[in-house]
């Protein structure tokens, strides 16, 4: 499902980021765009990304800081 219609974002693309070290709205923002344009989507990426923090192991809390985030930038 579609969370940032703006930049094409799903919600499996935040969680997979989440998993892969990004634990904050702005890691989100930096890696996705995610509340780039017009912001609507802030609400829902933020319980997402909440919601996978729980699920995350607490062995990856600070697994890879923001900056090692691979996710890629939709076009
Ligand atoms: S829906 Fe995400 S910035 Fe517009």
Redesign the pocket.
């Known amino acids: 499902m579609y ?5 094409g ?1 799903t919600e499996k693309t935040i969680r997979e980021a989440v998993f892969q070290g990004a634990d904050r709205m702005r890691d989100l923002k930096e890696c996705l ?10 609400c829902h ?1 933020k319980q997402i990304l909440d919601q996978t923090l729980l699920e995350r192991p607490q062995s990856m809390k600070n697994f890879l800081p923001a900056s090692a985030c691979m996710c890629e930038t939709p076009a």
């Open positions: 969370v940032c219609i703006c930049r974002v765009g995610v509340t780039e344009q017009c912001g609507i989507c802030a990426a």
